[in-house]
């Protein structure tokens, strides 16, 4: 699992590298994303336009991460793909989450999820 993030002041763009968020990758996917948890980051962006693939394990990675920000930090998702959004759906998870239609209505976007 590759994650790229993109410092800007208090907004980090985190692009997942894998097509990909699975059983083999969601724990080192998770780590990552409570590094970035760390930061003065006050807004996270997930980048998921990569990720084809998502399962269980994935979604509780991010589920997970989540709860991990600070009380000023949201994360937010962007470009979501077909499939990896059905199952945010299916959980309801899309209810939970900020998704963007793509990164940049998402960089454009002052709204901040929980």
Do not use: C, W
């Amino acid at each position: 699992m590759i994650l790229h993030s993109l410092p800007d002041g208090t907004l980090y763009v985190a692009r997942v590298d894998s097509d990909r968020i699975d059983v083999q990758s969601a724990i080192p996917f998770k780590d990552s994303i409570r590094e970035l948890a760390q930061s003065s980051a006050t807004r996270i962006i997930l980048d998921l336009s990569r990720v084809n693939f998502i399962d269980s394990t994935g979604i509780a990675a991010i589920a997970s991460a989540d709860r991990a920000l600070r009380p000023s930090q949201t994360m937010e998702l962007a470009s979501v793909t077909p499939h990896v959004l059905q199952v945010f759906q299916l959980t309801g998870l899309d209810r939970t989450f900020h998704i963007h239609s793509d990164l940049t209505s998402a960089l454009g976007s002052s709204e901040q999820a929980g």
